[in-house]
């Protein structure tokens, strides 16, 4: 059993940085993937970034357009432990933020492990 809770969130101004993360318990195998997922009052759940992990030393990450350059996902392997680090927040940031598991694609419909939710509020 995989189990993942996350901290970091907060309040913070435009333009201002936050770094999540998501503590790993349980055993995941080699060649997972680890996201970040977000979702917003009204809107649907929508993946953030992706860390994928081949189990011999390669990852490879990917983002959605709308943080690409702002938000970087990386991992400690020695603490369990997944971020994201957050700059140049905006106010459409604003949202409830998920770290999640799959153990075996990093298609969003693979990931079965899930954590409660860290909010992030971003203020104009």
């Known amino acids: 059993q995989v189990r993942l809770v996350e901290s970091g969130g907060g309040s913070v101004p435009a333009g201002g940085s936050l770094t999540l993360s998501c503590a790993v318990s349980g055993n995941i195998r080699s060649g997972y993937c680890m996201g970040w997922f977000r979702q917003a009052p009204g809107k649907e759940r929508e993946g953030v970034a992706r860390?994928?992990?081949?189990?011999?030393?390669?990852?490879?990450?990917d983002y959605a357009d709308s943080v690409k350059g702002r938000f970087t996902i990386s991992q400690d392997n020695a603490k369990n432990t997944l971020y994201l680090q957050m700059n140049d927040l905006k106010p459409e940031d604003t949202a409830m933020y998920y770290c999640a598991a799959s153990q075996t694609s990093c298609a969003i419909s693979s990931f079965d492990y899930w954590g409660q939710g860290t909010q992030v509020t971003v203020s104009s």
């Open positions: 860390l994928s992990f081949d189990g011999i030393g390669t990852s490879t990450t």
